[in-house]
């Protein structure tokens, strides 16, 4: 099976709604509005995997930001004007497509772009007792969060949101 990675562009938007659906619970839903938004501001840092034939399997959201801000659920992206970190806001991977490495690869294209902004750690909010896989990609849970991001943890909706950061990007062989 060849399986591609590129820039996310407007047109894939539907899919990535289709994708996200069968991936979160409702409490994590962002509106197709939302999403372009998104894409719109951050367009050289959002990206998906598919079929050669153009199905989408896999796609991540990021952004440059600064250390410690939590992006609200379903909010737009605030970007930094003197980032910090890549936060990968969202990542999803179709059910049927788990195991093949996408979500590896995804993190892979986030941390080349990471050092080609200069940027040596990501950042992400882990939900759905994701914590785990996480910290198997060297990501660790962030407990010293200042009230806004505890706040913007709180909007997670009970979906077990927990800040977590790698701190030092090495090279990807």
């Known amino acids: 099976m060849t399986i591609g990675i590129r820039l996310m562009t407007p047109a894939d938007i539907p899919a990535v709604v289709a994708l996200q659906d069968c991936c979160y619970s409702d409490a994590l839903y962002e509106s197709p509005a939302l999403l372009q938004q ?17 199905r989408l399997l896999a796609y991540l959201f990021s952004y440059p930001s600064i250390n410690g801000y939590v992006t609200p659920l379903a909010s737009a992206f605030s970007l930094s004007a003197t980032p910090e970190l890549l936060y990968l806001h969202d990542m999803a991977v179709s059910p049927g497509a788990r195991g093949l490495g996408l979500a590896s690869n995804l993190l892979a294209t986030a ?63």
């Open 38 to 54: 998104r894409l719109t501001s951050a367009a050289g840092s959002c990206w998906l995997a598919e079929k050669a034939d153009g």
């Open 111 to 173: 941390k080349q772009y990471a050092l080609s902004l200069g940027l040596s750690k990501l950042a992400l909010v882990a939900v759905q007792g994701s914590v785990p896989y996480w910290q198997r990609h060297g990501f660790a849970v962030v407990n010293q969060l200042s009230d806004s991001a505890i706040s913007a943890l709180a909007g997670y909706h009970g979906e077990q949101a927990c800040y977590m950061q790698l701190t030092q990007i090495t090279q990807e062989a």
